[in-house]
């Protein structure tokens, strides 16, 4: 019996949005102080000369209030040294004027200090220093240095993951109402990461963040709507949502606008645009849309089929880890379309897609095994990849199993083992399942 490959490359992926939360870096933003002084005027022109978006300008104003100890400019000037507006770009500069600030206890120069050292910008990353001077600000109420804080604590960056304390920090921030907690505090919820999972309170977030136009919100609720998860499941809200994240060029809500014309779902089916949506986000080095354009090239939807474009793009996928679109790579060698036949490459993409757990490439491989075909035959080896995929549920891969334990290769010969792994695969509609599973009771055969 010739052995089932698993050739469902056509899986068009949508942006995974849950788990990892938002970091924020506080931009440029006026602060009043108590008194009109030389500095506080100087001040307010750089800031005037922020909007204007006149670095230089901004850059010499914040340099006489930094100078005469006025602490906002201060920061200020540290963030123009550290991202190089206005002046060349000076880690070393930026963190003498934010010690400056925060010794006299400013909070937005305590959040800077904090982001310095989470991301290591001129000095060691230094997490337990990070975690130090956030709190210090967040104690006096800074919601960036709170949110950051959460993150640290959900990721488990410098100590032990807690979700807990992670929650606690985006909602002390979420009630100022900070767009980025807000959103980092509706995926705990949709997580159920030290929450009860809980998709109506995940949605009220995302709407508050969304309200703002924070473009990752506006995606997490249009996937929720789309899913119909706390809410009625409704494409043309989700496409409503999307379009307002992909208006700021958003790249994982260009993905999943894709993924609606690909589908028909709120929309008239519509390969043409699903590829243009795509392009937009693979242009942002997107994983997800660099996978979608390989199936869309594959398959020739929208786009004249092209196995040498199907290639390059699921290799850019593949190089990002995208589990999928290595699955594609590995059958695209294992094949021979766009690229000679290579089994070894083969092997290689299938072995890298299979560590993710992905069923398709785990079956796969146990394909390899079964014929030889860049390994050494090996029964057993097959029968393990395609019991990892069957478990779950792949139905190729029950279909395979089901076959091994018909014709005995590599186990005993079973009939009704045959049979039990032939009727799970039949059960999701698998029609070499159906056809084999008919042949054994033709034949009175494990039944």
Request: hydrophobic fraction near 40%.
């Amino acid at each position: 019996m010739p052995k089932v490959k698993h050739l469902l490359t056509a899986a068009i992926a949508a942006a995974a949005l849950i788990g990892g939360g938002v970091y924020y870096r506080q931009s440029h933003t006026p602060t009043t102080t108590e008194a009109a002084s030389p500095a506080e005027a100087a001040y307010q022109e750089g800031i005037a000369a922020l909007k204007r978006q006149d670095h230089a300008t901004a850059f010499r104003f914040f340099s006489q209030a930094a100078e005469q100890g006025h602490a906002a400019a201060q920061n200020e000037l540290g963030l123009l040294y550290e991202q190089g507006l206005g002046v060349k770009q000076d880690y070393a500069k930026a963190m003498d004027w934010y010690q400056k600030s925060a010794a006299q206890n400013y909070a937005k120069a305590q959040a800077s200090l904090g982001w310095v050292y989470e991301q290591g910008l001129g000095v060691k990353q230094d997490y337990a220093q990070a975690r130090a001077w956030y709190e210090k600000a967040a104690a006096q109420g800074n919601a960036d240095a709170q949110n950051n804080l959460g993150l640290l604590h959900e990721n488990g960056s410098g100590g032990k993951q807690d979700y807990v304390q992670a929650r606690a920090w985006y909602e002390k921030a979420a009630v100022q109402g900070h767009a980025r907690a807000q959103t980092n505090l509706g995926e705990l919820y949709e997580s159920g990461n030290g929450v009860k999972q809980d998709f109506d309170q995940a949605r009220a977030w995302y709407e508050k963040a969304a309200a703002q136009g924070l473009a990752r919100a506006q995606t997490s609720l249009g996937l929720l709507y789309k899913e119909g998860r706390g809410v009625k499941q409704d494409y043309t809200q989700a496409l409503a949502w999307y379009e307002k994240a992909a208006a700021q060029n958003y790249a994982d809500a260009q993905v999943n606008l894709g993924v609606l014309y690909v589908n028909g779902l709120g929309v008239k089916q519509d390969y043409t645009r699903a590829h243009a949506w795509f392009a937009k986000a693979a242009a942002q080095d997107n994983a997800y849309a660099q996978h979608n354009l390989g199936v869309l090239y594959e398959k020739g939807w929208g786009v004249s089929q092209d196995d040498t474009q199907a290639r390059a793009w699921y290799e850019k996928a593949a190089a990002q880890g995208h589990a999928q679109a290595q699955n594609n790579l590995g059958l695209i060698y294992e094949n021979g379309r766009g690229v000679k036949q290579d089994y070894i490459q083969a092997y290689a993409w299938l072995a890298k897609s299979a560590e993710q757990d992905s069923a398709s490439a785990q079956n796969n491989l146990g394909v390899l095994y079964e014929n030889g075909w860049g390994v050494k035959r090996d029964y057993a080896r097959a029968r393990t990849w395609y019991e990892k995929a069957a478990a779950q549920g792949n139905a190729v891969a029950q279909t395979n199993l089901g076959m091994m334990y018909e014709s005995g290769n590599g186990v005993k010969q079973d009939f009704a083992r045959a049979r039990a792994w032939y009727e799970k695969a039949v059960t999701q509609g698998n029609a070499r399942a159906q056809s084999n599973l008919g042949m054994l009771y033709e034949k009175g055969r494990g039944v």
